[in-house]
C-alpha cells in the first residue's frame, strides 16, 4: 500500500535529519579546535517502482551520506609558541602516535596526518604535542644539508628529537679582509717596517686559533727613485705554532681611474689566489679548514688597497662561531628546523616535508584531527614546502576551525523544522491507519 510507503518515507526522514544532526552537533562542538575539518550531510531522494496499477505512487524516502571536507583550509591564528605549527595552503604535516615511538626509532614510521600542531619538546627532547602527536622529519647532517630522502615512502622520516643540553660549533671557513695599507711605506727611503695582523677563527670543535698576517713593504733601493707599491703578505697559522701557510706578493694599481686598487697577486707559496672571487684557499692544520681569505679582485675597491699614509684595518669579517649552547627552536617558512645557540650560530637539524595525496577528502579522519591514507584517498608524495601543490610552512601559528557557527546555527533551525515534519508523517499515517481499523468496527 502507498500509505505504508509513506510510513517508510517519514522513518527514513527521521534517521536522515539524525544524521544531520550529528553532523551539526560534532561541527558546533569543535567550533573552537583548531585544525578541525567541518562534516557535511547530503541528502539523496529514492525512488520505488509505482507498481502495476496507474495513478499509484510509492514513497521512497530519503538516504543520507556524509562527508568530512578536508580540503577546506582554516584561517590561520598567531600564537606566542615559535613550535606551533600550521601549513598556509595545501598539504599535511607527516606525524606519529607518540605510543609508537617505543621500539621503532628507525626504519619505516607509520605515518598520519596533521594540517596543525602545538608542538614542545617532552623530557626526551621528542617534539610532541599534548595528545601525543609526535613531528616526524628528514634530519640534517652535522653541516645542515638535508641528504637525498624517499618521497613515497616514510623510510627517509625520523621522530624529531632534540638534545636540550646540545652543544655546537662552526668552523670559520671564509675570512674577508678590507684594509688599506699606507703608500708611503713603498716610497724610496721609507722604514720598510712589517705590520701585522691576526684574525681569528674557529675550528669543528669550536676551538679558537688565529691566522697572523703580516703585510711588509718592498722598499725600492737607490738610485731608484719611484715608489714599489709592492707589498709582501704572510700568513701563519697558531695551530700550527706560528708557521708560514701562504706567502704572497701583491702590487697596486697608481692610474687614475683605478689607483690603490690591486693590480696583481702572486702566489709565492701556499694556496693560489683566485682573481674571479678575489680569495685564496688557506690549508690550515686545524679541523674544519680550509679557509677561504679574500682579499679582493684585481682593479675592485672593498678588499685590500694601498692609499694615503696609514694602515687602516677597516672592517675584517669571518663565519664561524665558538661552541654555543642551544636557546631556541624556529621553523621557516620552507619547512626548515633551525637550532640557535647561544653564541649566535644558527644550524639547520631537520627538514619537515608536507604530504599531498590526490584526493584530500577521501582520507580517514581519526581523532586529534589526524587523518591517514585510504584506498579513496590515493598514493602520498612528500614534497618540499613551497614546491609542488604544497603552500609554505608557518612557526608562531596554527590553523583554526572550519566551522562557520552561523550557518550550522541555521542548519540546526531546519533540521529540526525538517525532523518535526517527518514525524508528523508518521503521526499522520498512524491516525489513518487507526481509521482503516476502525471500519471493522
Request: glycine share 12%.
Amino acid at each position: 500500500m502507498t500509505i505504508s510507503s509513506s510510513l517508510n518515507a517519514g522513518v527514513a526522514g527521521l534517521s536522515a535529519n539524525a544524521t544531520r544532526l550529528a553532523t551539526i552537533s560534532d561541527n558546533i562542538a569543535n567550533a573552537s579546535t583548531f585544525g578541525y575539518k567541518r562534516a557535511a550531510t547530503e541528502f539523496e531522494s529514492m525512488v520505488l517502482s509505482a507498481g502495476g496499477g496507474g495513478g499509484k505512487y510509492s514513497a521512497g524516502g530519503v538516504r543520507a551520506s556524509s562527508q568530512r571536507l578536508i580540503d577546506e583550509q582554516g584561517g590561520l591564528v598567531g600564537t606566542s609558541n615559535a613550535l606551533d605549527i600550521a601549513v598556509a595552503g595545501r598539504g599535511m604535516l607527516p606525524v606519529m602516535p607518540a605510543v609508537r615511538l617505543t621500539g621503532n626509532a628507525t626504519g619505516a614510521q607509520p605515518m598520519l596526518m596533521t594540517t596543525t600542531g602545538s608542538f614542545r619538546m617532552d623530557k626526551d627532547g621528542v617534539l610532541r604535542t599534548d595528545s601525543g602527536l609526535v613531528l616526524m622529519g628528514v634530519p640534517a647532517d652535522r653541516n645542515g644539508n638535508i641528504p637525498d630522502f624517499s618521497r613515497d615512502t616514510t623510510s627517509g622520516l625520523r621522530p624529531v628529537v632534540i638534545a636540550t643540553n646540545q652543544t655546537a660549533a662552526d668552523p670559520t671557513t671564509t675570512v674577508s679582509l678590507a684594509v688599506n695599507l699606507p703608500a708611503a711605506e713603498t716610497n724610496v727611503g721609507s722604514p720598510g717596517g712589517e705590520i701585522p695582523l691576526r684574525v681569528e677563527y674557529y675550528t669543528n670543535t669550536g676551538t679558537a686559533q688565529s691566522l697572523g698576517l703580516s703585510f711588509t713593504p718592498v722598499v725600492p733601493v737607490a738610485p731608484a727613485t719611484a715608489a714599489s707599491n709592492s707589498w709582501t703578505l704572510e700568513v701563519t697559522d697558531s695551530a700550527l705554532g706560528g708557521a708560514v701557510i701562504g706567502t704572497y706578493t701583491l702590487v697596486f694599481d697608481t692610474t687614475g681611474t683605478a689607483g690603490g686598487t690591486l693590480a696583481s697577486v702572486t702566489t709565492v707559496t701556499g694556496g693560489a689566489y683566485d682573481p674571479a672571487t678575489g680569495a685564496m684557499t688557506l690549508p690550515v692544520a686545524a679541523t674544519g679548514g680550509p679557509i677561504a681569505l679574500t682579499i679582493g679582485r684585481i682593479g675592485e675597491p672593498g678588499g685590500l688597497t694601498q692609499l694615503g699614509d696609514k694602515f687602516v684595518p677597516g672592517n675584517v669579517s669571518k663565519n664561524g662561531s665558538p661552541t654555543g649552547t642551544l636557546t631556541g627552536l624556529e621553523i621557516d617558512e620552507n619547512g626548515y628546523l633551525m637550532a640557535s645557540f647561544d653564541t649566535g650560530f644558527i644550524r639547520r637539524v631537520y627538514q619537515i616535508p608536507l604530504v599531498d595525496v590526490p584526493n584530500l577528502n577521501g582520507l580517514t579522519a581519526l581523532s586529534a584531527q589526524t587523518f591517514e591514507i585510504s584506498s579513496a584517498s590515493g598514493a602520498f608524495f612528500l614534497w618540499n614546502a613551497g614546491e609542488g601543490p604544497t603552500g609554505s610552512i608557518q612557526g608562531f601559528a596554527r590553523e583554526g576551525s572550519t566551522t562557520d557557527i552561523a550557518a550550522e546555527l541555521t542548519a540546526l533551525i531546519t533540521t529540526q523544522r525538517a525532523y518535526s515534519s517527518n514525524a508528523k508523517v508518521i503521526q499522520t499515517v498512524d491516525e489513518m491507519l487507526q481509521e482503516t481499523t476502525n471500519i471493522k468496527r
